[in-house]
């Protein structure tokens, strides 16, 4: 994974970000994902869009990549991800099962 330094945005998806931005019922952690790619393609470095939008410089990377990746569309929505626990085996819950009925 290559820094990104510097990203582009488009004259569309500025005008897009910037209403999300001023939509009031945008959710607040697209508005603040909106703030981030905004800010980035003024050309700010990570460590200022980070002081601005108070956030990690980690968190700053993360979504300038996602925006460059997917674009607009790649903030509206969280990235999946694997399930915290692994289900249960067949074995575990037969074992419940005898244990709870004798």
Known sequence: M???ERIEVPAAD???LESLVG???TSQKVVWRARIVLLAGEGLRATEVAGRVGTSTLT???WRRR???AGVDGLLKDATRPP???PLTA???QRV???TLH
Do not use: F, L
Request: proline share 0%.
């Open 91 to 93: 074995a575990v819950i």
């Open 14 to 16: 500025r005008d897009r």
């Open 60 to 62: 700053v990377r993360r």
């Open 97 to 99: 099962v005898d244990m």
């Open 67 to 69: 925006y460059a990746q």
């Open 23 to 25: 939509d009031r019922n």
């Open 2 to 4: 290559g820094k990104i």
């Open 84 to 86: 915290g626990r692994k």
